[in-house]
């Protein structure tokens, strides 16, 4: 088997809701070479963010984690207690949040940020040696030294989601998981943090797993890809075969839903919505959407089935 740097095997996350058990990551495995980018697509509410929170350990309450391990190289994340897994958070696992304004503290400079980050893993500088150590970081993510001294509202969301970068990488982590970093962003923007996040992964030796639902982007960034749907991950293939030949009904539509320079006419969307997680529909969760859909489909649940030693599916017809 392949070196892994992370390994996620059958991870469950749920949430007790009142009217019964809501499963938001359903038995979902799957693993992360060294310096590789894998990409987790899917619509709103498929559980990719849920899953990358799960990955950290944290999910809050309501949610659980219910079952299923994530170990980084050979470390188990469940059997580590809170201040162990509290240390490798940024130092062996560090999250580039969703919405850079939100993650940011409003009234602390960003050097600051970044030294109180260092000192909570224990790296206690101060004076010179901090505002060194700020200033390569900023350099390794093209902020100005200037930006050290600034408070978030002084950076365009470009300029912020960069600075967040430049805190995730702080401790030199061996995974990065960035939860559609770009979101807010517009597309120049959005291809400029792109590059830095690229070129940081890079220099670190650092993999990566790349949160979002815009499939070009995906296709532009990752060399492997995940498509989950109702909490499952129903396909992972290397990027190229995925855009080139989908197993999934679902992945072929996500594709054929992008827009095209050659494409005439409107937009081909997936028709209906995602399923509501507490109301699940039997067998396989995608069948009222899917216009493959047999009897089978109704009532049996796809099993994910390998399909060589990169690729997985879990679709009757694959
Ligand atoms: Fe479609 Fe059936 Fe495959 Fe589900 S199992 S994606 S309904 S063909």
Redesign the pocket.
């Known amino acids: 088997m392949s070196e892994t740097i992370l390994r996620v095997e059958r991870l469950r996350v749920a949430y007790d809701h009142p009217r019964g058990v809501v499963r938001a990551v359903d038995d979902v495995s799957f693993s992360l070479r060294p310096h590789e980018r894998f990409g987790l697509a899917g619509e709103s509410g498929s559980g990719k963010s849920t899953m990358a929170l799960a990955i950290l350990r944290m999910i809050k309450r309501p949610g659980r984690i219910e079952g299923g391990e994530v170990w980084l190289g050979d470390t188990a994340l469940s059997g580590l207690d809170t201040d162990r897994m509290r240390a490798l958070r940024l130092a062996g696992i560090a999250m580039v949040p969703q919405g850079s304004m939100n993650s940011l503290n409003p009234v602390v400079r960003i050097r600051d940020q970044i030294g109180d980050a260092l000192a909570d893993h224990g790296v206690g500088l101060k004076g010179r040696a901090l505002a060194e150590r700020v200033r390569d970081l900023l350099a390794q993510v093209g902020l100005p030294p200037d930006v050290a001294r600034k408070y978030p509202h002084e950076l365009s969301g470009g300029m912020k989601q960069r600075a967040c970068i430049a805190i995730a990488i702080c401790l030199r982590p061996k995974v990065i998981i960035a939860d559609e970093p770009t979101s807010a962003l517009d597309v120049v923007v959005q291809k400029q943090v792109m590059q830095t996040l690229g070129r940081v992964q890079q220099d670190l030796g650092a993999a990566i797993i790349l949160v979002g639902h815009d499939m070009g982007l995906m296709a532009q960034f990752v060399d492997r890809l995940g498509i989950m749907y109702a909490g499952r991950l129903?396909e992972v293939a290397p990027i190229r075969d995925i855009i080139t030949a989908p197993r999934?009904?679902?992945t072929r539509m996500l594709i054929e839903s992008l827009p095209s320079l050659e494409q005439r006419g409107g937009l081909r969307g997936i028709p209906g919505l995602a399923p509501l997680l507490r109301e699940l529909p039997p067998?396989?969760?995608?069948?009222p959407r899917?216009?493959?859909?047999?009897e089978?489909?109704?009532s049996e649940k796809?099993a994910v089935r390998a399909m060589g030693e990169d690729a997985t599916v879990?679709?009757?017809?694959?």
């Open positions: 129903v999934h009904p679902y067998g396989c969760a995608f069948h899917c216009p493959a859909a047999t089978r489909c109704r796809p879990a679709c009757h017809l694959a």
